[in-house]
């Protein structure tokens, strides 16, 4: 999935060390501002120091993310992860070739591109009002 917008926060990178593999491991966190009558925020992260350097993201900049979400269980409750796995500079998400879709890092295929759905009205057309004395089924 991608999201475009503006980078309006950038959180304090964790790092540590992996209890079954011994390695060192990072991850940050960022917040996107997403456009729009409704401007919605969404918080990703990266994983991987490599992959952090590599996206240099900055405060301010136009951005957008591909991402996948995971949720995971933890003490009987359950929370969604959204972990960036590219990101792209001065493409709008609806503008993002399909040939540049990568696939996520657990194999799976992306989601295949959606067509916009016509343009029909969510409600149906107004009919006119019936004449004074005609008969009506209704109660009211």
């Known amino acids: 999935m991608d999201l475009s917008g503006k980078v309006i926060a950038i959180l304090p990178a964790q790092s540590g060390t992996s209890a079954r593999t011994g390695n060192p491991w990072m991850s940050q966190e960022y ?35 591909q991402f996948d979400i995971d949720a995971h269980e933890w003490q009987g409750r359950w929370f969604n992860e959204i972990r960036a796995f590219n990101i792209l500079r001065g493409v709008p998400a609806q503008e993002v070739p399909a040939a540049t879709t ?17 343009a029909a009205s969510p409600f149906p057309p107004a009919q006119e009002p019936a004449a004074e004395g005609a008969a009506d089924d209704l109660p009211f």
């Open 102 to 118: 990568i696939a996520s890092p657990a194999g799976a295929a992306p989601f295949p591109p959606q067509q916009p759905a016509a």
């Open 31 to 65: 917040v996107i501002e997403v456009p729009g009558t409704y401007p919605r925020k969404c918080v990703f992260r990266i994983f991987g120091e490599d992959r952090i350097k590599q996206f240099n993201i900055q405060a301010g900049e136009e951005i957008t993310v």
